[in-house]
């Protein structure tokens, strides 16, 4: 049996003021750090063992990589960084609160950029200042690779290369894995892997600081699935 552990970033700052965040790098709440140092403990109360770390560009999943490894005894785990386990782009509505945003445009236009897998957000203008293109984290990245939004059917695309190219060949070597990341990355891998249709995609939630832990067969095909 082979063993995928995912866990959504703790809270951060943005999450407990309800704002949109997606690419913007914003820090743990005290909370989330709080989560992610619990989540280590869980972790090392279950004995389970990691040969590898992937996690994002984003502060907030490295850090709960980090408090993770190190509540259970693993910071010498090799991680593993990449731009295409960054948490889905909200556009512009990154920095926007979802209850005004939702009094503005309505409850069910808003839940359909936060949850349908194929409605875009409004686009973010690639000249304005808050576009990914000017941080300095992606130089190296071609820019028409840098979304200005994206919903699950793009993030899910963004994310797929990674996990074909580095978490599958990890699990398919019986490494046992951690995948540090975000909401919506990691619904769209869950998606994946778990063969969730486009609209049962909308109900999954994956919250913060909690370690997902899925045992999969040979073929990569789920066997179990739980929380810890």
């Given at each position: 049996?082979?063993t ?7 809270q ?19 909370q989330?750090?709080k ?15 990691f040969?590898?770390?992937y ?31 960054n948490?889905r782009?909200?556009?512009?509505l990154?920095g926007?609160n ?9 409850a069910d236009?808003v839940?359909l ?11 973010l203008?690639?000249?304005s200042?808050e ?21 699950l ?6 994310a ?10 990890s ?34 939630e ?11 067969n040979?073929d ?9």
């Amino acid at each position: 049996m082979k063993t995928l552990v995912f866990i959504r970033h703790g809270q951060s700052v943005w999450n407990s003021l309800n704002l949109f965040t997606g690419w913007v790098d914003v820090d743990l709440s005290e909370q989330g750090v709080k989560e992610a140092q619990e989540a280590g403990r869980k972790i090392k109360e279950a004995g389970i063992l990691f040969d590898v770390a992937y996690t994002s560009y984003l502060k907030r999943a490295i850090k709960t990589s980090h408090y993770v490894l190190e509540e259970s005894d693993q910071l010498s785990t090799p991680e593993f960084k990449s731009w295409r386990l960054n948490e889905r782009h909200y556009g512009a509505l990154q920095g926007l609160n979802k209850t005004e945003t939702a009094e503005k445009y309505g409850a069910d236009q808003v839940q359909l950029w936060r949850r349908s897998y194929d409605t875009l957000p409004p686009l973010l203008d690639p000249s304005s200042p808050e576009s990914s293109t000017h941080d300095p984290k992606y130089r190296y990245l071609d820019k028409r690779a840098i979304p200005e939004g994206e919903n699950l059917k793009v993030t899910l695309e963004r994310a797929l290369p990674f996990w074909n190219d580095h978490i599958a060949p990890s699990l398919l070597k019986d490494d046992v894995v951690l995948v540090a990341a975000h909401g919506n990355s990691l619904r769209a891998l869950a998606k994946h892997i778990e063969n969730i249709s486009d609209d049962d995609i909308m109900a999954l939630e994956i919250p913060t600081g909690q370690p997902l832990v899925y045992e999969l067969n040979d073929d990569l095909s789920v066997a179990k699935k739980y929380y810890l």
